[in-house]
T-cell receptor, first 111, second 120 residues
Framework: GQNIDQPTEMTATEGAIVQINCTYQ??????LFWYQQHAGEAPTFLSY????GLEEKGRFSSFLSRSKGYSYLLLKELQMKDSASYLC????????????FGAGTRLAVHP | GAVVSQHPSRVICKSGTSVKIECRSL??????MFWYRQFPKQSLMLMAT?????????EQGVEKDKFLINHASLTLSTLTVTSAHPEDSSFYIC????????????????FGNGTRLTVT
């Protein structure tokens, strides 16, 4: 079966660093994606990991450990606009490479 | 960057009527498009995979006779919610990946802006 777990909610302070964890158990693995979604809007792509290690992109970094079925998204220098839901998604090995999403983590950044 | 246009953004319809939602890839060809549904404060649930020129592949528990999908060209997929009921009220989002299926496995999905469907 497919199971992707993330914390439901997190809060953090403006300017701080926050780490959002994601664990997964899927029948196949062909990459892990992180998306940001503001309320009522479509998700926007943040990062992609398929090999173990850290991928850095500006204020956002994402880490993957395939042996542990674990990833995290690291947000640095938090800004108020970073308040959003962060979705962890795993791509399977099926024919259409479809993405299965976790429930998302709602992050609230306060002054 | 790649743009996916979804229309309408919001629709209110009466119970028993049908609603069509369009999803277009504006500057790239999409052999495959995906339709998701999202209930408030929940994540995206994959409904079906839309394939250009062939039948859609539905996820378990999704009624294919109720959610009709047509992918008539490389830039357009439509989702029709037939005989809509209040429990069908949700946020429907389409997505597409650039390029043919075999070469684009690590490309991110590009999402439309979603359609908020309210059935009264």
């Amino acid at each position: 079966g497919q199971n992707i777990d993330q914390p439901t909610e997190m809060t953090a302070t403006e300017g701080a660093i926050v780490q959002i964890n994601c664990t997964y158990q899927t029948s196949g693995f062909n990459g892990l994606f992180w998306y940001q979604q503001h309320a009522g809007e479509a998700p926007t792509f943040l990062s992609y990991n398929v090999l173990d290690g850290l991928e850095e992109k500006g204020r956002f970094s994402s880490f993957l450990s395939r042996s542990k079925g674990y990833s995290y998204l690291l947000l640095k220098e938090l800004q108020m606009k970073d308040s959003a839901s962060y979705l962890c998604a795993v791509r399977g090995t099926g024919g259409y490479n479809k993405l299965i999403f976790g429930a998302g983590t709602r992050l609230a950044v306060h002054p | 960057g790649a743009v996916v246009s979804q229309h309408p953004s919001r629709v209110i319809c009466k119970s028993g009527t049908s609603v069509k939602i369009e999803c277009r890839s504006l500057d790239f060809q999409a052999t495959t498009m995906f339709w998701y549904r999202q209930f408030p404060k929940q994540s995206l649930m994959l409904m079906a995979t839309s394939n250009e020129g062939s039948k859609a592949t539905y996820e378990q528990g999704v009624e294919k006779d109720k959610f009709l999908i047509n992918h008539a060209s490389l830039t357009l997929s439509t989702l029709t919610v037939t005989s809509a009921h209040p429990e069908d009220s949700s946020f429907y989002i389409c997505s597409a990946r650039e390029g043919p299926r075999s070469s684009s496995y690590n490309s991110p999905l590009h999402f439309g802006n979603g359609t908020r469907l309210t059935v009264t």
